[in-house]
């Protein structure tokens, strides 16, 4: 343990600053949690999935524009913005078809919370395994060949094409702050705040608030409900869109299962800020990647996962509202 808290003490600016970074993938996955729990109380299993579709769709879009960028900053933002673009608009039909598909039936029919969260982790399986089986659906229907170079080791690693080149744009401590360090929590930065006006500052996101807080009422006011529903399962998308981009321009890979643990990880981090507070799940995430990182130094890298979940298990003895604990139907300007 001494050793543990010795290595922390003299490695601390570089845990902390990569704790913020993937403290900040966490926190983007978490708005899509806490958005869809802030308005319909229902656990949105399948988000981890919407994340993953995001990730295979930024590598394919890059993919498809022939690899990795070799020629000026104009070229490099251009393939970036693709990739952006492929992995939102992936995201966002992926969540919205859940929404359509596997919840609304429910919703209309007035099923039990329980029955939702079932079909909620059915979908989250479905969708994981056609990207892992891919390459037979392709088959089966005689693409295989064409599509070959997108669905080939359909259940291994796909490895996203290096557009952002790794350099040190300044030091902090013995730590070399990277461009993607840069990127990767600013981005989590703007969205949040993005986000958070929308549902403060617009007419749209007043509906969201008043469905949240109550559904009834609103619609006696003129609030069509589904639209505020489907609404938000489209901003849980985009912003699931951005964090896939951001994972694979730090991890650099993905696979079908990849957002299981993450999504996992993700909902902790909701759970932490407070599942249905907007700012909670900016902190949350930041708070659970400082926590793992600080944690494996002292105990080891094995018991990253164990120190994440231990902290949920406290917050949840000490506080169960999270560490800001406001829903979104109570939020206020």
């Given at each position: 343990?001494?050793?543990?808290?010795?290595?922390?003490?003299?490695?601390?600016?570089t845990l902390t600053v990569t704790g913020l970074t993937l403290g900040a993938i966490y926190a983007l996955i978490a708005l899509g949690y806490t958005m869809v729990y802030g308005v319909l109380q229902l656990i949105n299993f399948a988000h981890s999935e919407v994340f993953m579709y995001g990730?295979?769709?930024?590598?394919?879009?890059?993919?498809?524009?022939?690899?990795?960028?070799?020629?000026?900053?104009?070229?490099?933002?251009?393939?970036?913005?693709?990739?952006?673009?492929?992995?939102?608009?992936?995201?966002?039909?992926?969540?919205?078809?859940?929404?359509?598909?596997?919840?609304?039936?429910?919703?209309?029919?007035?099923?039990?919370?329980?029955?939702?969260?079932?079909?909620?982790?059915?979908?989250?399986?479905?969708?994981?395994?056609?990207?892992?089986?891919?390459?037979?659906?392709?088959?089966?229907?005689?693409?295989?060949?064409?599509?070959?170079?997108?669905?080939?080791?359909?259940?291994?690693?796909?490895?996203?094409?290096?557009?952002?080149?790794?350099?040190?744009?300044?030091?902090?401590?013995?730590?070399?702050?990277?461009?993607?360090?840069?990127?990767?929590?600013?981005?989590?930065?703007?969205?949040?705040?993005?986000?958070?006006?929308?549902?403060?500052?617009?007419?749209?996101?007043?509906?969201?608030?008043?469905?949240?807080?109550?559904?009834?009422?609103?619609?006696?006011?003129?609030?069509?409900?589904?639209?505020?529903?489907?609404?938000?399962?489209?901003?849980?998308?985009?912003?699931?869109?951005?964090?896939?981009?951001?994972?694979?321009?730090?991890?650099?890979?993905?696979?079908?299962?990849?957002?299981?643990?993450?999504?996992?990880?993700?909902?902790?981090?909701?759970?932490?800020?407070?599942?249905?507070?907007?700012?909670?799940?900016?902190?949350?995430?930041?708070?659970?990647?400082?926590?793992?990182?600080?944690?494996?130094?002292?105990?080891?890298?094995?018991?990253?996962?164990?120190?994440?979940?231990?902290?949920?298990?406290?917050?949840?003895?000490?506080?169960?509202?999270?560490?800001?604990?406001?829903?979104?139907?109570?939020?206020?300007?």
């Amino acid at each position: 343990m001494e050793t543990g808290l010795t290595f922390l003490l003299e490695n601390f600016v570089t845990l902390t600053v990569t704790g913020l970074t993937l403290g900040a993938i966490y926190a983007l996955i978490a708005l899509g949690y806490t958005m869809v729990y802030g308005v319909l109380q229902l656990i949105n299993f399948a988000h981890s999935e919407v994340f993953m579709y995001g990730t295979f769709a930024a590598t394919w879009a890059v993919m498809a524009l022939g690899g990795a960028p070799r020629g000026s900053l104009t070229e490099i933002i251009g393939w970036l913005l693709a990739a952006l673009v492929a992995a939102v608009a992936t995201s966002a039909g992926i969540a919205l078809l859940l929404e359509r598909v596997a919840y609304r039936p429910l919703r209309r029919r007035g099923a039990p919370r329980l029955i939702a969260l079932i079909s909620a982790i059915g979908a989250s399986f479905v969708l994981a395994e056609i990207i892992g089986l891919r390459d037979k659906i392709t088959g089966a229907v005689g693409l295989d060949d064409q599509l070959s170079e997108y669905v080939r080791n359909a259940r291994e690693g796909t490895g996203f094409p290096q557009i952002v080149k790794t350099r040190v744009l300044f030091d902090l401590g013995d730590y070399g702050v990277t461009n993607v360090d840069v990127i990767v929590i600013s981005s989590a930065l703007v969205m949040m705040l993005l986000l958070d006006l929308f549902v403060n500052r617009t007419r749209l996101g007043r509906g969201i608030r008043a469905v949240a807080q109550d559904s009834e009422t609103a619609a006696l006011m003129g609030v069509n409900s589904d639209r505020i529903v489907q609404l938000t399962f489209l901003l849980g998308g985009v912003a699931a869109g951005v964090a896939a981009v951001l994972y694979m321009i730090q991890v650099g890979s993905t696979r079908f299962n990849a957002g299981f643990l993450l999504g996992v990880k993700a909902f902790t981090a909701a759970v932490l800020g407070g599942i249905g507070n907007l700012r909670g799940a900016l902190v949350g995430g930041f708070v659970l990647g400082l926590a793992e990182n600080y944690g494996s130094a002292i105990i080891g890298t094995q018991w990253q996962d164990v120190v994440a979940f231990l902290l949920l298990v406290v917050i949840l003895l000490f506080r169960p509202t999270g560490l800001l604990g406001e829903s979104l139907g109570k939020v206020r300007t």
